[in-house]
């Protein structure tokens, strides 16, 4: 069964910088591709980034382009988010996610971690 | 990448049908057979209920289903249970490679 574990969050200034991880077990992590999602204290989701499984092709939400990078180590079966020039409105839960497929095309998210919170405010 | 527009909330008796809309543009929903939903319980993350419009994650589910025509796809909730009460999110593949979320529904079991 698919575990996935978010850690790096916390509370930050407007401007600064985080960098959020997801250790993931139970599937061959190699084999698929990742997405980031946070969603609002409001409730709604957002999806933020996703990386092909060979970590060909990475795709942002207009929202944080330029300003968030998606990396992975196959390795050690984990994925990152490095946050830069972060604004309150970055303020949410972030998910870590398992696609369905390779890349980023299929639309499904099979599973899900349990999120970091991501509060961001002078 | 406008999200996609779902109802604000759906309620409905037990033993009821209930039906959830997701309505998108040409560039996502109207273009592909690529829609997901997943349900969502308070304190909870998001659980995949349908994937590709109409097949279900875990083999046959005779209460949730999945249907799509033209820019909107829909999810029915068939003999609603009280377990049912929870949030609806709808998702699709967008041109270009991204993903993109409704806005949500939740759903009240009277």
């Known amino acids: 069964e698919d575990h996935l574990v978010e850690s790096g969050g916390g509370l930050v200034q407007p401007g600064r910088s985080l960098r959020l991880s997801c250790v993931a077990s139970g599937f061959p992590f190699e084999n698929h591709a990742m997405h980031w999602v946070r969603q609002f204290p409001g409730k709604g989701l957002e999806w933020v980034s996703g990386?092909?499984?060979?970590?060909?092709?990475?795709a942002y939400a207009d929202s944080v382009k330029g300003r968030f990078t998606i990396s992975r180590d196959n390795a050690k079966s984990s994925l990152y988010l490095q946050m830069n020039n972060l604004r309150p409105e970055d303020t949410a839960l972030y998910y870590c996610?398992?696609?369905?497929?390779?890349?980023?095309?299929?639309?499904?998210?099979?599973?899900w971690g349990q999120g970091t919170l991501v509060a961001v405010s002078s | 990448q406008s999200a996609l527009t779902q109802p604000a909330s759906v309620s409905g008796s037990p033993g009821q049908s209930i039906t959830i809309s997701c309505t998108g543009t040409s560039s996502d929903v109207g273009s592909f057979s690529l829609v997901s939903w997943y349900q969502q319980h308070p304190g909870k993350a998001p659980k995949l209920i349908i994937f590709e419009v109409t097949k279900w994650p875990s083999g046959p589910s005779s209460r949730f289903s999945g249907s799509k025509s033209g820019n909107t796809a829909s999810l029915t909730i068939s003999g609603l249970q009280a377990e049912d009460e929870a949030d609806y999110y709808c998702c699709s593949y967008v041109r270009g490679g991204t993903y993109v979320f409704g806005t949500g529904t939740q759903v009240t079991v009277l």
């Open positions: 990386l092909g499984a060979n970590r060909d092709v990475a």
């Open positions: 996610g398992r696609d369905r497929g390779g890349l980023v095309d299929t639309g499904t998210i099979e599973s």
